[in-house]
């Protein structure tokens, strides 16, 4: 398979052994997230990492837009390595032919009094340090999502029936309700 050849399978996902053997490398790229915050509507497309470098600016926007909207629109600084979970799902999207696959943020950042009142959050989760998000992807299944994340072996992966949670802790993953 040569590059810009894609091969998908039965379920319309790029298959990882073809995303790892292709030979330009996303990584090495300019790093563009395309975001919209479930919530409050609002949108943003940004490059958080340019040139070899992480854009101050960028990652400001984006802490911003993964914000506790429910309490008092707290913001707390996000993992970069999360930011860059995202960049690594919306691209994988975008080589498998998926055209605009905007990353919707149902939940990032949660302030410990969000946390707590959201019935079966765990105590530790961790949204209270800016290491998870709530996810989903336009124009891909929650559980091409859960597979692809789960690629990465980055953090936590969990399938819910509204979105998949993603985060930078301990490898593991989990069906939610």
């Known amino acids: 398979i040569g590059a810009g050849t894609f091969v998908v399978g039965a379920s319309g996902l790029l298959l990882p052994d073809v995303a790892a053997a292709r030979t330009d490398d996303f990584w090495s790229k300019d790093r563009r997230l395309s975001l919209r915050r479930s919530q409050t509507g609002e949108a943003m497309t940004l490059i958080f990492y340019e040139n070899g470098q992480y854009v101050p600016d960028s990652y400001r926007k984006a802490c911003y837009l993964l914000r506790d909207v429910v309490d008092r629109n707290s913001i707390a600084g996000m993992d970069i390595g999360l930011l860059n979970l995202m960049y690594g799902l919306q691209e994988w999207a975008r080589m498998a032919g998926i055209s605009n696959p905007q990353l919707s943020i149902n939940s990032g950042f949660r302030t410990r009094r969000h946390n707590d009142a959201l019935e079966g959050s765990a105590r530790n989760s961790l949204h209270l340090s800016g290491q998870a998000a709530d996810i989903n ?41």
């Not at 969990?158 to 490898?171: E, K, M, S």
């Open 137 to 177: 992807i336009r124009g891909m299944e929650q559980e091409q999502v859960q597979r692809m994340a789960a690629y990465y072996k980055v953090g936590g992966v969990g399938l819910y029936n509204n979105f998949v949670h993603i985060d930078t802790g301990r490898v593991r993953s989990w069906r939610g309700g």
